[in-house]
């Protein structure tokens, strides 16, 4: 029983199945002619839509567009600004690089040139050093080689003198460095073979002078008072005598001495014989 009513229930189920699906379908044909009737209506609103929806793109666009071509222009313009400024301010420093690049290679051809002359100037002073230097060489050697000549000429021609005596001339002189009588310092010099000195001119006045201290000389007036003699036994023609004298003030003045330092002036004073004097002997170079 259970079996049959349950296949009844399913025929009922069917049934209503059956009616259901034809009510859906009428259901589905309204709402097929509903939804083709609002789909044309909403085919024409979304075409304005989306007609709409590209109007608002293209006019976005056209002013992103509008907006990116005014940045780059501002961009460009700013660019080209600072590119001025850059080129301008590289122009500045490389007319500034030049022209300190020129000075110095001016000054440095400048110095160049002042040390080639320098260097020329030095190598022509040094050139003219060795030449004076071998000039010297050269005069030092000759004048040696003239006095040696000299020395020997004057040799040949006037001789020469002891040592420790003294050359004037042709003739030899020895200057004593002790005191005597004029009578024991004549006898000294005939003993070294010569004579109380005999002077005969200015020049040898002078020279005699540089002895620097008084000296007898080879005159007297021992034979005849007032008439002065030589040792050599000429009379005296010129004499050297200092203002005043002879005068044989206190009598008995009868030699003659010379006293360069008088007075710092030069000449002959006659005084006693016994005074004691340094002297000086002449006698001719040996030939």
Same mark, same amino acid.
């Given at each position: 029983?259970? =079996?049959?009513?349950?296949?009844?229930?399913?025929?009922?189920?069917?049934?209503?199945?059956?009616?259901?699906?034809?009510? /859906?379908?009428?259901?589905?044909? =309204?709402?097929?002619?509903?939804? /083709?009737?609002?789909?044309?209506?909403?085919?024409?609103? *979304?075409?304005?839509?989306?007609?709409?929806?590209?109007?608002?793109?293209? %006019?976005?666009?056209?002013?992103?567009?509008?907006?990116?071509?005014?940045?780059?222009?501002?961009?460009?313009?700013? =660019?080209?600004?600072?590119?001025?400024?850059?080129?301008?301010?590289?122009?500045?420093?490389?007319?500034?690089?030049?022209? &300190?690049?020129?000075?110095?290679?001016?000054?440095?051809?400048?110095?160049?040139?002042?040390?080639?002359?320098? @260097?020329?100037?030095?190598?022509?002073?040094?050139?003219?050093? *060795?030449?004076? &230097?071998?000039?010297?060489?050269?005069?030092?050697?000759?004048?040696?080689?003239?006095?040696?000549?000299?020395?020997?000429? /004057?040799?040949?021609?006037?001789?020469?003198?002891?040592?420790?005596?003294?050359?004037?001339?042709?003739?030899?002189?020895?200057?004593?460095?002790?005191?005597?009588?004029?009578?024991?310092?004549?006898? *000294?010099?005939?003993?070294?073979?010569?004579?109380?000195?005999?002077?005969?001119?200015? /020049?040898?006045? @002078?020279? %005699?002078?540089?002895?620097?201290?008084?000296?007898?000389?080879?005159?007297? *007036?021992?034979?005849?008072?007032?008439?002065?003699?030589?040792?050599?036994?000429?009379?005296?023609?010129?004499?050297?005598?200092?203002?005043? &004298? #002879?005068?044989?003030?206190?009598?008995? @003045?009868?030699?003659?001495?010379? &006293?360069?330092?008088?007075?710092?002036?030069?000449?002959?004073?006659? =005084?006693?014989?016994?005074?004691?004097?340094?002297?000086?002997? @002449?006698? #001719?170079?040996?030939?």
């Amino acid at each position: 029983m259970q =079996i049959i009513q349950t296949d009844m229930e399913t025929e009922n189920i069917y049934a209503n199945v059956n009616t259901i699906k034809g009510k /859906e379908l009428k259901t589905d044909d =309204i709402q097929q002619q509903s939804s /083709e009737t609002s789909n044309s209506g909403m085919r024409s609103a *979304d075409r304005r839509f989306v007609f709409q929806r590209w109007a608002a793109v293209g %006019l976005f666009g056209v002013l992103l567009l509008t907006v990116i071509i005014a940045l780059c222009v501002h961009y460009n313009t700013v =660019i080209g600004n600072l590119e001025k400024k850059h080129n301008s301010h590289c122009s500045i420093l490389k007319t500034n690089y030049t022209s &300190e690049r020129d000075q110095l290679e001016a000054r440095y051809r400048s110095c160049a040139a002042q040390r080639d002359q320098s @260097e020329t100037r030095y190598r022509s002073c040094a050139a003219q050093r *060795d030449q004076l &230097e071998t000039g010297h060489v050269t005069c030092a050697a000759q004048r040696d080689q003239l006095r040696k000549e000299k020395s020997s000429l /004057e040799l040949q021609l006037w001789g020469s003198c002891y040592q420790g005596w003294v050359r004037f001339n042709c003739r030899c002189y020895y200057i004593s460095t002790k005191t005597s009588t004029w009578y024991e310092s004549q006898h *000294d010099c005939r003993y070294k073979g010569a004579d109380l000195v005999i002077i005969e001119s200015a /020049e040898e006045q @002078e020279f %005699l002078n540089t002895a620097g201290n008084d000296f007898w000389i080879g005159l007297s *007036d021992a034979e005849k008072e007032g008439t002065w003699k030589w040792v050599d036994g000429r009379t005296l023609n010129t004499g050297f005598w200092r203002t005043g &004298e #002879p005068n044989n003030a206190n009598g008995g @003045e009868n030699c003659a001495n010379s &006293e360069p330092n008088h007075r710092r002036t030069w000449g002959w004073n006659d =005084i006693p014989c016994t005074h004691k004097k340094n002297w000086i002997c @002449e006698m #001719p170079v040996k030939q």
